[in-house]
Every structure is written in structure tokens, then in C-alpha cells.
Nanobody, 117 residues
Framework: QVQLVESGGGLGQPGGSVRRFCAVPGSIFSFNAMAWHRQAPGKQRELVASNSRSGTRNYEDSVKGGFTINGDNAKKLVDLRMNSLKPEDTAIYYC???????????WGQGTQVTVSS
């Protein structure tokens, strides 16, 4: 299956910032939503932030005020700006888009983000 292409930083300090980028390949033309998920050791994958087709943004409670998602449907790019990092933000982060109109999910390869002093 087609995989999204992730890039960006992977190491940050408590209180610092990391930015993650995701590019959607040309074979995926339209999507309902763009999002970032994460999975910490021993925990289930969780939705961190989403950007709907209409522009509505939603965030997991623990990252509100610190993380910002920016999705550009025309450029097929989505990034996640992670400010005010905490050690508990350490996880593997995954980019995700939901294809329109099929609803099929596409994923990036996942990248470790570590917050440590």
C-alpha cells in the first residue's frame, strides 16, 4: 500500500520544540482528514491531532496549547509543531490521512520522538 513520507526532528528537551513533516504521495489525490498519532511503549496508539477537510482542528487533551497541526490539502503536506515538550510526549509518531471518498487510511512509517534532558 502507498506510504506517506515523514521527516523532521526526533529529539527534543523538556520545554523545547520538535517539528514533524509529512508528504502525501501523488497517487493519493483527495482526503477527508490529515492527522498525527503516537504510540508510547506499552500503550495503545492514540490520536494526537487532526485537521479535517473543512479545516477543523482537534487535539488530544494533553497536547492542547502545546501542539499545532497544519494541513495543506492543495500541497498535500501536513506538519506537527510540538512545543512545550514533556518527557511523556516520547513516543513513535505516525502521520495519517483518510482518503476521500473511500475512507481508506494511509500511514507514514512512524518515527521515534524522544524528549529528554
Amino acid at each position: 500500500q502507498v506510504q506517506l513520507v515523514e521527516s523532521g526532528g526526533g529529539l527534543g528537551q523538556p520545554g523545547g520544540s520538535v517539528r514533524r513533516f509529512c508528504a502525501v504521495p501523488g497517487s493519493i489525490f483527495s482526503f477527508n482528514a490529515m492527522a498525527w498519532h503516537r504510540q508510547a511503549p506499552g500503550k495503545q496508539r492514540e490520536l494526537v491531532a487532526s485537521n479535517s477537510r473543512s479545516g477543523t482542528r482537534n487535539y488530544e487533551d494533553s497536547v492542547k496549547g502545546g501542539f499545532t497541526i497544519n494541513g495543506d490539502n492543495a500541497k498535500k503536506l501536513v506538519d506537527l509543531r510540538m512545543n512545550s515538550l514533556k518527557p511523556e510526549d516520547t513516543a513513535i509518531y505516525y502521520c495519517n490521512v483518510v482518503h476521500y471518498p473511500t475512507g481508506v487510511n494511509f500511514w507514514g512509517q512512524g518515527t521515534q520522538v524522544t524528549v529528554s534532558s
